[in-house]
């Protein structure tokens, strides 16, 4: 098992910036890839980020490439998600996630934590 426990979610206004954590204990960290996800009530939940074990390897989604930017350290078993330039559509729950492969519709996604909410104000 992995727990993964996110914060730094919070209200921001239009073009604001915050920084995500996501914090993993249990097996070893850098043995899985790991992802950020959002969701809004009532839709599918759709990627944002992922990175591969080494870092080596990042897919971003379309919608926040340019802005955000995901990043691990494997030391302090935490991924990161820099958010810059926030949009209203940018509002969601981020979900963090762990598995095996850093294909971002890879269904290895395994392990998923409680979700931090982000609020963009226009």
């Known amino acids: 098992q992995v727990q993964l426990v996110e914060s730094g979610g919070g209200l921001v206004q239009t073009v604001g910036s915050l920084r995500l954590s996501c914090a993993a204990a249990?097996?070893?960290?850098?043995?899985?890839?790991m992802g950020w996800f959002r969701q809004a009530p009532g839709k599918d939940r759709e990627f944002v980020a992922t990175?591969?074990?080494?870092?080596?390897?990042?897919y971003y989604a379309d919608s926040v490439k340019g802005r955000f930017f995901i990043s691990r350290d494997n030391a302090k078993n935490t991924v990161y998600l820099q958010m810059n330039s926030l949009k209203p559509e940018d509002t969601d729950v981020y979900y963090c996630?762990?598995?095996?492969?850093?294909?971002?519709?890879?269904?290895?996604?395994?392990?998923w934590g409680q979700g931090t909410q982000v609020t963009v104000s226009s």
């Open positions: 996630a762990a598995g095996l492969s850093v294909v971002p519709r890879s269904r290895s996604w395994d392990y």
């Open positions: 249990g097996r070893t960290f850098s043995n899985y890839a």
């Open positions: 990175i591969s074990q080494s870092g080596g390897s990042i």
